[in-house]
Each structure stands twice: as C-alpha cells, then as structure tokens.
C-alpha cells in the first residue's frame, strides 16, 4: 500500500493567524492525498487488511491468482465456464472425476460407472463394470448395447433377436441358437461354418404358412420363403385351400384338401401297418379281372 508524503506540521510560532493558515494548507494536502490513494487501491497494492467486507468490494473485474478458502458452500458458487481438463471429488468410499468429455466414477480400487464422449469416433458411452472391471451393461449412440446380465421387461419391441454372442454369429460359429425376426421364429445350426436353419415357423406374404423341421445331411439346400432350409427337412405347408406334408426338396406326399374334403397320398408305395396298400388293391384287381375272364369264357 502506497505511503503518505504530506509533511508533519512545523511547531507552532504564537501567531494564531499564521498557525491557523498553516494547519489549514497542511490539512488540504493530508485530504487530497488520502482521497488519491483510497481512490486507486487495487489487489497489485493492497498487501493485508485484517477484514474486507464483500458489500464493499466492486468484484465486476477481479483476478485472483491463488485463493485459501476455508468453507464454500454451492448455493454461493456460480460458474459460468469451468475448465474440466481434470476435477476429483473424492471421500473414503470412491471418487468422482471429470476429465475433458468424461465422468467416470470409481469404488477404492475400479471404475465402475463411465460415461464419455470420444471425439475421434464421434461415439457417446455408457457404462457399467463389474468386480472384474469388464462392462455388464454398454450403451453408445449409435443404439448398440450389451447386458451381461438378466433383463426383466413387460414388453420388448425388437425386428431381430439372436440367442448368441456376436463374435460367434458374425462367423458362423455360434451352434444350435434361436432367431426372432419379421419373417418368423427360427432354430440354427451352424457346422463347419455353414449355417443351417433346422427348425422354422414363418408365414409368407401371400399367407401361406410354413412349419419346417430340419435334419438333412446339409448337402444341398432350398430357400422355402425367403430362408434357407437343408433338403431332407420335414416341411408342414398351410395354404389358403390345403395342407400338405412333404420333404425339402420332395413332392408333398400328404395332401389335405379344405374345400372337398379329401386325403391325397402320393409315392410309390403306401405302406398301412406295413402292409403295401396299392400293392394288394393291385393284386386284387388282378384276381377280379382274371374272374371275369374265366366266367366269360365259360359262358
């Protein structure tokens, strides 16, 4: 803080007229002085003061370059631009810390919650981790998640739901898995990186609907409404005036028929309790006509 200049008073000389005048230019100059330094105080030159009222301190322009503040409570703090580049908020039991487009928040030793923002991949974060510190639940904006664990729900809209992991699936390895999508409910196989669908439910567009179950050799396959089947598999077919029962790849060898009523069996033989059917009525007739014949003849 500046010092004052005003000179200490001369003794008095008796004259009270020349007394009087003194103190009075001595006084004048004590004033001005005064109102100088109190109008141009600023942090560069006040270095102590037992106690500054905040009432009487104008804060529009303030730098402080280090400040000791024993307790500061929120409802006193406004912020308008905080730099993040690293803020620690810790206690006993864990820490929170920001860190540029980070929050993450930790026990003793992991992180178990991290939401972030990487501007390399211009990608949103969410997640959890467990003990392991592996993610149990992950969420990006993209809409992509992963849940390890059990998901309880009343209703689960989804176009395509598949019972395996995505490493397995994206290379055919995932074994015997389901398939819900917008053509049907469907069971794979995946063998020596061919994926087979063994069992299906699905319904064309045309309304015909298709029950196939599958346990072909693979060899060949046959896409039977737009999903691709091994021959050999046992295909149960509803159309608008039929049923029918039949092998991938095979004429139907059953046929039901709605409108009339009737049972269609087709294939070169038709065993009943296996007993060759058409082979016997063929027999038959053969006796029937070789009787005719001879009572002809007779005649």
Known sequence: ?????????????GDNETDIKMLKNWGTALIDELSFIINNLDAGNVSEAAEVKAENINTNNAKITNAQIGVLTADKLIAGNINTNNVSVSDQNGNLEINGSSISISDQDKVRFKAAYNPDSDLFTFALYNDEGLPTVYINSLGN???????????IYSSTIIGTDVASYETNSGGVFPALDQTGIKIYQDENSNRLQKLGMSVGDDGTAYMVLGAGDGSTVTNINGVVYSRGSFNIKKETDAASLGIVGTTAFIYFFQSTQELWLSGDRVLINGRDVLSEIDDIKD??????QGGSTQQ
Request: no cysteine; charged share 15%.
């Open 1 to 13: 803080m500046p010092n004052l200049t005003a000179p200490i008073p001369s003794k008095l000389t």
């Open 145 to 155: 998640a992963i849940f390890s664990g059990m998901v309880n729900s009343s209703e």
């Open 287 to 292: 006796r029937l006509s070789a009787l005719e």
